[in-house]
């Protein structure tokens, strides 16, 4: 499953949606971290496929993965370029998989990269 969101995030990184079909389930239920939801595999494909249009995944690099019975949990750090702006954040994701391997449902939680310190 580790495997699956390695191939996934790298999927976006080369701009490649022929192979989500492997990673989701058909009724898959996809949450981005800012409040989009999208519902079943191909409202995933049509949005992975509209965002490339004006957009590109700079990083998305994992930094630790925790893997429970059927739950894939990863922190990771993603920068992109949209719109011609360029931005990054700390994220989590937790994916749940199916009997099959495949996502079925899949929640991004988000977080400024730049850090304060206010009692420093």
């Not at 022929?18 to 049509?46: M, N, S, W």
Request: aromatic content about 16%.
């Amino acid at each position: 499953m580790k495997k699956t969101i390695e191939k996934y995030f790298e999927a976006w990184l080369k701009k490649d949606g022929t192979k989500l079909e492997q990673f989701f389930a058909e009724d898959a239920i996809y949450t981005e971290c800012y409040g989009p939801q999208y519902h079943g595999l191909k409202q995933i494909v049509r949005w992975f496929d509209d965002w490339n249009k004006t957009g590109t995944v700079l990083e998305w690099s994992i930094k630790r993965t925790i893997e429970e019975r059927q739950t894939v949990v990863v922190e990771w750090y993603f920068k992109c370029d949209c719109n011609n702006k360029v931005s990054g954040f700390d994220g989590v994701t937790i994916a749940d998989f199916d009997e099959n391997k495949k996502i079925v449902r899949l929640s991004e939680f988000r977080s400024d990269c730049d850090h304060i310190y206010p009692y420093d």
